[in-house]
């Protein structure tokens, strides 16, 4: 694979990873519906890092209640944000497609409905609520 192939490879793939964290740190993941929005985001945030890092329960209460303390701000920067990075991302959809063969277009479009089907699900969790 020639440089800028590899570099937008390695765009895309930072693009992805970001894309999820910003999704996550804005809507709740949560399989459970009936729960507050605010609460789903939390508790799976929380949950998600007590499994990784192997939490202890003092420190799950903790890191929940940061989480709280900041929620209104990420919440008022995600509603400035967001429309910026869905057209960013959509720049660099366009732009990394035209760096692609056929083929390589076909596939590339499939992992992005692939990765925008789950995030609208994540989305259309926290919006149930709203």
């Given at each position: ?116 089907h789950q995030r609208r699900g994540a989305d259309s ?6």
């Open positions: 694979m020639n440089q800028p192939k590899t570099w937008a490879v390695a765009f895309l793939a930072a693009v992805f990873v970001a894309g999820a964290a910003l999704g996550w740190g804005a809507r709740g993941w949560s399989a459970d519906p009936r729960l507050e929005p605010r609460l789903r985001d939390t508790r799976a945030m929380v949950a998600h890092l007590a499994k990784e890092l192997g939490l202890s329960a003092t420190q799950q209460d903790s890191v929940r209640a940061v989480l709280e303390r900041h929620r209104a701000e990420m919440d008022t920067l995600w509603h400035l944000v967001h429309p910026r990075v869905d057209s960013l991302r959509a720049t660099i959809h366009r732009e990394i497609t035209a760096q692609l063969t056929p083929a390589q277009q076909s596939r590339y479009r499939d992992l992005i409905a692939r990765f925008e969790a926290g919006k149930e609520h709203k």
